[in-house]
């Protein structure tokens, strides 16, 4: 099937004509092509040029190391990453208690992948739906979690003002109709509700560490390469407030090993210099947590 590619002349974000071209990022995953990612000198937004469209994206999520929807354990990051999934759920639930002072509500769970968060949260008490585009993603959420998910297209039939807690867990950057998805988001929040947006910060220290390698980036499926004051634009134009921004340790970690192993070609990359990387990235956002390599965003109406 022939591709329908997206070249940005104003940023996705705000719309700004003052958008110049940041560096190359390669697709290590599934096609190995490499893609330009520009940047908006408004907004700080930077955005992937000449993506698929969305009807001719889903190729590029057909791979066995794509984790979120094959549930792999193979190779030594992938066992990493699973071994610290149960800790980093507990922190996403206390986290959503706080922040909502409930322990129990509606909650939407959206991009929810093979459905461990939607299981997890299910179990503690919460009235979970989940969504993902994948429908051997929604399979393994059968299968592994014996957890029902509804295709992504669901979002705009769910009854508005019903969920108390709408999340996104690494999804924000995937959307193609980003400020359409935003107005959805708003629409399905309870007053006095909140969203959970997690998405990584290309203005962190491993990013500047790994330039076109930092596997965050993610080309072509991620769109966008947020900022902080990126976010602060993009909800200030929907009338969205932030209430606050809490830091996932554990991703910097995980995603400057990726890093090494993009940055030096093989299949286990450096595991010494990865881990060394994820913990000064860590101890600079621990000085400020904006500099953070992944950031939850928790927002309100």
């Keep these: 099937m022939q591709e329908t590619l997206i070249h940005y002349k104003t940023c996705p974000g705000c719309g700004s004509e003052n958008i110049k071209p940041a560096l190359t990022a390669t697709d290590h995953t599934v096609s190995h092509r490499s893609f330009g990612i520009a940047e908006c000198g408004n907004c700080t937004l930077r955005f992937t040029q000449d993506v698929p469209d969305a009807s001719s994206i889903g190729a590029y999520y057909r791979s066995d190391d794509y984790i979120s929807h094959t549930e792999t354990s193979e190779g030594l990051i992938n066992r990493l990453y699973h071994m610290v999934r149960k800790q980093t759920l507990s922190v996403k639930r206390r986290l959503i208690s706080l922040a909502t002072r409930h322990n129990s509500g509606t909650l939407l769970d959206i991009g929810a992948g093979t459905g461990a968060f939607v299981k997890y949260m299910h179990d503690n008490g919460w009235t979970t739906t989940g969504l993902e585009p994948d429908e051997a993603a929604r399979e393994k959420a059968r299968s592994v979690h014996k957890v029902n998910l509804l295709p992504a297209e669901e979002l705009y039939m769910l009854p508005a003002g ?8 690494h999804v924000l950057e995937h959307v193609h109709d980003l400020h359409p998805y935003l107005e959805q988001l708003k629409a399905l929040l309870k007053p ?34 947020f900022s902080p004051l990126s976010i602060d634009y993009l909800l200030e134009n929907h009338g969205l407030l932030l209430h606050a921004t809490q830091a996932m340790w554990y991703d910097s970690f995980y995603i400057s090993l990726l890093s090494e192993k993009y940055k030096r070609g093989n299949s286990s990359g450096n595991f010494i210099g990865g881990a060394i990387t994820g913990a000064l990235s860590n101890l600079k956002a621990f000085v400020d947590k904006s500099k953070c390599s992944s950031l939850i965003y928790v927002i309100g109406k």
Excluded at 162 to 168: D, P, S, Y
Excluded at 194 to 219: H, L
């Design 192 to 225: 006095g509700g909140r969203i959970f947006i997690a998405v990584p910060n290309y203005t962190s220290y491993d990013a500047g560490r790994y330039k076109g390698n930092w596997a965050a980036y993610d080309v072509p499926r991620h769109l966008y390469h």
């Design 162 to 169: 019903h969920f108390n807690v709408i999340t996104l867990w």
